[in-house]
């Protein structure tokens, strides 16, 4: 018998499984759910559309991932909810619905990741495998209040795994408490001795977030700060809020034509059913030409170098996991779009860059999650997870869990 009760609709009906860990391991005793883009031998891979179910095979062997995750003691309890082919950031799915978001529930989860994150937000796993391309395992931890990464590109396999736009795509999970989330990146990520010694605040990122997200970034800074230089900076070297949008129009130009690389020829001969959001995304890409795909490419190489620099090898830069609290689920489409656009000229700059970016789930004013991110240079991850347990546990108050 399945042992989820899944009053959040954060499962797909093809991914209601149980398979055990290990008898012994440092995950034993914990329970995870993967995005239903990671394959599990035996058990059929969705992307959250069903024509992608219907015309693949069942995998024969499972994600290294998900392998490893078992080793180390940890219960696989099944596949969770993915936004279509992972190309939204929304977490509603035309297909199999929107999932709860428990910390709000009269507002959307977040996507891609949007199962993933409902579960654990739901306390139904203690973590859950997603990925991340654009935002979709930061954006929806944030809605959410969860712990939630995105790994340096290319460090952990991407084998077993649905890709959208591979330049960007990386697998990441979310954990609804601190010790759960370290615990899982130490298992999952390499060693690392990254010091930090220097703490920079993106001005110009947190310029796009709303309000709620002013207070809290302040205080990681300032937590930050003691020990270390600090300093307020721009990651576009002085371009602000118009640079920005060049920056998100290079991550939207580039992954697109990426995600028709990898897609169209599957579309164009299974021309599946998409909810107009997707369809469209997948429609715009399919106009990108060969030319401007490479012009877009180039682009992304001077951002990347010019944030690496800003970084070096010590520097941790503070911002706002996304531009706004989860929007509610009445949200008009030109609403969701406004807030899209804002959230992709925060999320663009890890995503351009290749590097792994940590969001800390805090609280608005108004009650509502909010996430603040910790950017690190590459290969940090390990140390950067560390450094964000550390700093979370300074700032919670006496007697709030973490």
């Given at each position: 018998m399945f042992p989820i009760q899944d009053h959040v609709g954060a499962w797909v009906p093809h991914g209601r499984f149980r398979i055990d860990g290990a008898a012994c391991g440092p995950l034993k005793g914990l329970r995870f759910a993967v995005k239903d883009l990671f394959d599990v031998a035996g058990h059929p891979t969705g992307a959250g559309n069903p024509a992608w179910l219907e015309s693949h095979d069942h995998p024969v062997r499972s994600s290294p991932l998900v392998e490893q995750l078992l080793a180390a003691g940890a219960t696989l309890v099944g596949k969770t909810l993915t936004d279509e082919l992972a190309y939204s950031i929304n977490g509603d799915n035309a297909h199999y619905g929107t999932p709860v978001n428990s910390a709000a529930p009269d507002r959307v989860p977040g996507g891609s990741s949007s199962g993933s994150a409902a579960a654990v937000a739901a306390h139904l796993c203690d973590f859950a495998l997603?990925?991340?391309?654009?935002?979709?395992?930061?954006?929806?931890?944030?809605?959410?209040?969860?712990?939630g990464l995105r790994t340096t590109h290319g460090l952990l396999s991407r084998d077993g795994l649905v890709p959208l736009a591979p330049g960007f795509d990386t697998p990441t999970w979310l954990a609804h408490d601190a010790a759960t989330f370290l615990e899982v990146a130490r298992v999952l990520l390499p060693a690392d001795s990254t010091q930090f010694r220097r703490v920079l605040l993106l001005e110009d990122a947190l310029a796009q977030a709303d309000e709620a997200f002013q207070a809290p970034?302040?205080?990681?800074?300032?937590?930050?700060?003691?020990?270390?230089?600090?300093?307020r900076t721009l990651a576009t070297s002085g371009g602000g809020a118009d640079q920005l949008e060049n920056w998100r129009q290079t991550y939207?130009?580039?992954?697109?034509?990426?995600?028709?690389?990898?897609?169209?020829?599957?579309?164009?001969?299974?021309?599946?059913?998409?909810?107009?959001?997707?369809?469209?995304?997948?429609?715009?890409?399919s106009d990108i030409s060969a030319d401007t795909g490479?012009?877009?490419?180039?682009?992304?190489?001077?951002?990347?170098?010019?944030?690496?620099?800003l970084l070096g090898n010590d520097g941790v830069a503070v911002l706002p996991s996304a531009a706004s609290v989860a929007p509610r689920l009445d949200a008009s489409g030109a609403e969701v779009d406004a807030v899209r656009a804002r959230t992709f000229r925060i999320t663009c700059v890890a995503g351009l860059a290749g590097l792994p970016q940590v969001s800390l789930p805090f609280v608005s004013a108004a009650g509502l999650p909010a996430g603040i991110s910790l950017l690190g240079p590459a290969g940090s991850d390990l140390a950067l997870v560390e450094l964000a347990v550390s700093i979370w546990q300074q700032l919670q108050e006496p007697g709030r869990p973490s």
């Amino acid at each position: 018998m399945f042992p989820i009760q899944d009053h959040v609709g954060a499962w797909v009906p093809h991914g209601r499984f149980r398979i055990d860990g290990a008898a012994c391991g440092p995950l034993k005793g914990l329970r995870f759910a993967v995005k239903d883009l990671f394959d599990v031998a035996g058990h059929p891979t969705g992307a959250g559309n069903p024509a992608w179910l219907e015309s693949h095979d069942h995998p024969v062997r499972s994600s290294p991932l998900v392998e490893q995750l078992l080793a180390a003691g940890a219960t696989l309890v099944g596949k969770t909810l993915t936004d279509e082919l992972a190309y939204s950031i929304n977490g509603d799915n035309a297909h199999y619905g929107t999932p709860v978001n428990s910390a709000a529930p009269d507002r959307v989860p977040g996507g891609s990741s949007s199962g993933s994150a409902a579960a654990v937000a739901a306390h139904l796993c203690d973590f859950a495998l997603g990925t991340d391309t654009g935002g979709s395992t930061r954006v929806p931890a944030s809605y959410c209040g969860v712990w939630g990464l995105r790994t340096t590109h290319g460090l952990l396999s991407r084998d077993g795994l649905v890709p959208l736009a591979p330049g960007f795509d990386t697998p990441t999970w979310l954990a609804h408490d601190a010790a759960t989330f370290l615990e899982v990146a130490r298992v999952l990520l390499p060693a690392d001795s990254t010091q930090f010694r220097r703490v920079l605040l993106l001005e110009d990122a947190l310029a796009q977030a709303d309000e709620a997200f002013q207070a809290p970034a302040l205080r990681v800074v300032d937590a930050l700060s003691r020990g270390r230089a600090a300093l307020r900076t721009l990651a576009t070297s002085g371009g602000g809020a118009d640079q920005l949008e060049n920056w998100r129009q290079t991550y939207i130009t580039a992954s697109a034509w990426e995600a028709w690389q990898t897609h169209g020829d599957w579309i164009a001969a299974h021309e599946p059913r998409f909810s107009p959001a997707v369809a469209s995304r997948f429609a715009a890409a399919s106009d990108i030409s060969a030319d401007t795909g490479a012009q877009a490419s180039a682009r992304q190489a001077a951002i990347r170098a010019s944030v690496r620099a800003l970084l070096g090898n010590d520097g941790v830069a503070v911002l706002p996991s996304a531009a706004s609290v989860a929007p509610r689920l009445d949200a008009s489409g030109a609403e969701v779009d406004a807030v899209r656009a804002r959230t992709f000229r925060i999320t663009c700059v890890a995503g351009l860059a290749g590097l792994p970016q940590v969001s800390l789930p805090f609280v608005s004013a108004a009650g509502l999650p909010a996430g603040i991110s910790l950017l690190g240079p590459a290969g940090s991850d390990l140390a950067l997870v560390e450094l964000a347990v550390s700093i979370w546990q300074q700032l919670q108050e006496p007697g709030r869990p973490s």
